[in-house]
Every structure is written in C-alpha cells, then in structure tokens.
C-alpha cells in the first residue's frame, strides 16, 4: 500500500469526483480510478460506491477516511519534525574530545569563544583520543579537539585533514599537600622509596606521554601503580583524597593548586612535558559534512592563529 493511494482517496471524499480529484492530483482519470481500485484490493472491501452521482463512500470507506487522515497527519508532522531537526542542526557544531579536555579544557574555551567570537551552539562527545579521532575519520563530528605530542602523533592524514593551534599545555606531576603545604608523594623521591602512583591506564595517550616523562628521569623512579584508569579527573579524584602521586594536565588542577588541595609533587620544570592543543577538520573539499557556523569558527580560530604567530 502507497501512501499515495490515501491521499487520492481523501480527495475523491473531498471533491465526491473522480474528474476533479484526477486534476487535482495531477494524473489522468485512468490512473487515478487504477489507484483507487489497488487501495480497495489492499483493503479487500469496496471503499466507494460507484452507483450514486456524486460519489460516495461506502461505510467501510468512512471508517478507511478518518484513520487515511490521521495516518497522513502524522506522516507529515514527523517529516517537519525531521526537517526542523536538520535545520536546526545546521548551527550546532558537533566536537569530539577526549575525556581530560573535556573536563578541564573545553568550558572554560568555549566561554572564551563565546565572549570574543560569539554565541556558539555545540554538542560534545567526550570519548578516548583514539575514538574521539574516529569520531572525525568516520564524519560524525565536524572539529576534533586533542593534545599532540611529537612523539605520539595523530594518524591523520594532512592531506585530507587540516589542523590549528589553540596554544599549549603541560602535564606534570601532583598529589595532595600534608599540613605545611608540601606533597605527600614527591619525585624523585628517595632511594629505594616506593611511591603510590596513580596511572593511565595502558593505551591511554596521556599515560604513553607519561611513560616518556618517567623514561627520561636521570635517575629510576620507584613508582608502585596501586590504581589505573583512561580518565584524568578519576586519578585526579584520587589524589586529593591522598592515595597517590598523578600526571595531570595543568588546565585540569588549576583550582586545587589555587585552593592548595593539590600541590606540585616536583620542582619547577623537572618531570613535565609540554605538549600541543589542536583543533583538526576535514578539508573541505572531501568533507562528508560541512556546516557554516563550523566554517565560521574554523575561520576565526585559523584568524587568531595567524595573529599569534605574527605577533
């Protein structure tokens, strides 16, 4: 049954002509009695009575009216539904970001943005570095948002994606402070010290970049893992509670270093590592989705690169 069939057989109750509704239909009286007559073999009763001028509808074509009516009503509220939903999505810029920049990060940006470039709708998936990137290949998100580090590089293809910079970051070591302000947990800690380490877990991007910090250490490091997770605000949890040492992102412990919850757990400079903040697209050209206010941010944020750099 075509839904086409109800909408000729709501106007041949409306005009009672199968001339009139032909016309109005846009098809010749012929096609327009065949399709009548299909929907009467789909219902297996007669739906019109043909003997009186001007036609009527049978008591089974009364009661087939009133549900024809309420069955297209509600196929053409969803279709504007549906088409509200598109439009309206037109302007929500959809990002995928991992989970620490997500927590730390991202509010405090987007209110950035949305006092120097304007208002700005977004939809954040928060996800893993590595399917928060697929999240970008696969085309269900319009700006990826990562860390990047030299030695761990995003397999994206430059060719196929293009990338800005929105500044830099540094992951270093905290734990909580005892009653003089100093850390509980500090590196490089003394010979033979266990210290309680709390850590990514394994493929986590930030725990390889620790392993890099901890590899690059002059001396070894006795860090005893005693808890692990792909989340930085779960091992930042855990520190202030006091359970361990953790390598955070500094935009994530900048209010429990300000309220002294946190404190740093080595000196000034020493067990850190800088990395990169960017902002990834697919070009244009071989986007599988492309929305202007994305194309505005993407513009102004490119805009604000440029003048950094030449600045």
């Excluded at 977004?122 to 570095?129: G, I, K, T």
């Excluded at 196929?160 to 909580?176: D, V």
């Excluded at 392993?211 to 860090?223: D, F, H, R, W």
Aim: glycine share 6%; net charge neutral.
């Amino acid at each position: 049954m075509e839904t086409k069939w109800l909408e000729d057989f709501v106007s041949l109750a409306e005009t009672r002509s199968f001339s009139r509704s032909a016309q109005l239909r846009h098809v010749t009286q012929p096609a327009f009695s065949r399709r009548i007559q299909a929907l009467e073999a789909w219902a297996g009763v007669d739906l019109v009575d043909r003997s009186s001028y001007p036609t009527r509808l049978t008591a089974a074509g009364e009661t087939l009216l009133g549900q024809a009516m309420e069955v297209l009503g509600n196929l053409q509220a969803t279709r504007n539904m549906l088409r509200s939903h598109q439009s309206a999505g037109q302007d929500m810029i959809e990002f995928a970001v991992p989970h620490s920049l997500a927590f730390s990060f991202f509010p405090h940006w987007l209110m950035e943005l949305r006092q120097r470039f304007g208002a700005v709708k977004s939809r954040l998936n928060a996800l893993n570095v590595h399917d928060a990137t697929l999240q970008l290949s696969e085309g269900n998100c319009d700006l990826l948002v990562v860390y990047h580090h030299a030695s761990q590089p995003l397999q994206l293809d430059p060719e196929r994606y293009e990338m800005a910079s929105l500044g830099h970051e540094t992951l270093a070591a905290y734990a909580r402070s005892d009653a003089q302000g100093r850390p509980l947990f500090s590196l490089p800690g003394h010979p033979g010290q266990k210290i309680p380490f709390l850590s990514y877990a394994a493929g986590a991007y930030l725990g390889r970049l620790v392993e890099l910090i901890v590899k690059a250490s002059p001396t070894p490091l006795n860090l005893d893992a005693l808890y692990e997770t792909d989340m930085a605000e779960s091992l930042k949890a855990m520190a202030i509670e006091g359970h361990g040492l953790a390598f955070l992102p500094a935009s994530s412990v900048a209010r429990e270093l300000k309220s002294g919850r946190l404190v740093r757990a080595a000196p000034e400079g020493q067990f850190e590592l800088s990395m990169d903040l960017r902002i990834y697209r697919e070009r244009p050209a071989i986007a599988k989705r492309s929305k202007p206010a994305a194309l505005a941010l993407w513009n102004y944020l490119k805009e604000q690169q440029d003048l950094a750099r030449a600045g």
